[in-house]
């Protein structure tokens, strides 16, 4: 497979940001934002967005049709393994047996930190049940290693808490993810604004889910399309390989032989 191509389960996708679905005033403002930012996967909120389960609403699958995008049914609003479980295979009926899933299992309604116990639990259920688990996590290099092993087919930890836009607070911990890890690693949660995802890249994350960085701004297509240009950015940067950083220690820019004197 490309290197140029972000791989997931099986099948391989030309960008490597992954764009929610909620928070927008309509369907329509969804649509233009996910154009704007190019992404093929876009993640949906079973709990709260309306893919078929209630019949005479407006439906999703209609402004975002599931043969032009990748879906990614997700278990926001979920506190146990069991109700992340069910939802999910609620998810999968409602899209023709549709494997590929964001799991995610909150410990707190306050801050939305992800219950890690319980995020294993439902992980093991879902593999076993023959899911392809993307799963939403802490910045914890021993809890995504375990979580890698069990079989989640992509590994997403927190650049900060989620909504909160304060974009990548540990990168130490994202690169010794990312240098153990065998599958994906996606940051998922934080991201603020266009400079945060190009950090996230240049570290080395193989993509970027986001929704409320969009979504929450001023001009949220504009914003898709920043976004779209800085994970590009940042992914050539980190393809490139930076200078080496030198304290105290300049290096002219221009040759110092052959100056006319």
């Given amino acids: 497979m490309s290197t140029n191509t972000l791989n997931i389960a099986g099948k391989s996708y030309n960008s490597?940001?992954?764009?929610?679905?909620?928070?927008?005033?309509?369907?329509?403002?969804?649509?233009?934002?996910?154009?704007?930012s190019g992404a093929e996967i876009v993640t949906v909120a079973i709990r709260r967005t309306n893919i078929g389960q209630n019949s005479g609403e407006p439906s999703l699958l209609d402004y975002l049709p599931p043969e032009e995008f990748?879906?990614?049914?997700?278990?926001?609003?979920?506190?146990?393994?069991?109700?992340?479980?069910?939802?999910?295979?609620?998810?999968?009926?409602?899209?023709?047996?549709?494997?590929?899933?964001k799991l995610e299992v909150l410990g707190d309604p306050n801050t939305l930190y992800p219950n890690v116990i319980e995020t294993i639990k439902a992980a093991e259920i879902l593999v076993k049940?023959?899911?392809d688990v993307m799963v939403y996590t802490s910045d914890d290099p021993i809890i995504?290693?375990?979580?890698?092993?069990?079989?989640?087919?992509?590994?997403?930890?927190?650049?900060s808490l989620i909504g909160s836009g304060m974009g990548i607070l540990n990168p130490w911990n994202l690169q010794i993810i990312i240098e153990n890890a065998?599958?994906?690693?996606?940051?998922?949660?934080?991201?603020?604004?266009?400079?945060?995802?190009?950090?996230?890249?240049?570290?080395g994350c193989a993509g970027i889910l986001m929704n409320t960085a969009i979504a929450g701004a001023n001009n949220p297509i504009l914003m898709a399309?920043?976004?779209?240009?800085?994970?590009?950015?940042?992914?050539?940067?980190?393809?490139?390989?930076?200078?080496?950083?030198?304290?105290?220690?300049?290096?002219?820019?221009?040759?110092?032989?052959?100056?006319?004197?």
């Avoid at 940001?17 to 369907?27: A, H, I, N, R």
């Avoid at 995504?144 to 650049?159: F, R, S, T, Y």
Wanted: net charge neutral.
């Fill in 144 to 159: 995504c290693k375990q979580l890698e092993e069990i079989g989640c087919c992509a590994v997403m930890p927190l650049a």
């Fill in 70 to 101: 990748t879906y990614l049914p997700n278990t926001a609003g979920c506190y146990s393994a069991d109700d992340a479980v069910r939802t999910l295979r609620l998810a999968r009926e409602l899209l023709d047996g549709h494997k590929l899933v």
């Fill in 225 to 261: 399309s920043a976004m779209k240009k800085a994970v590009e950015a940042g992914r050539e940067a980190f393809l490139a390989g930076r200078m080496a950083k030198k304290l105290y220690s300049a290096t002219p820019s221009s040759p110092t032989t052959g100056l006319i004197a």
């Fill in 182 to 203: 065998q599958v994906p690693v996606l940051v998922d949660a934080g991201v603020g604004t266009a400079s945060d995802a190009a950090i996230a890249m240049e570290l």
């Fill in 129 to 131: 049940d023959g899911f």
């Fill in 16 to 36: 490597r940001l992954l764009v929610g679905t909620g928070k927008y005033k309509d369907f329509t403002e969804t649509r233009a934002a996910i154009d704007a």
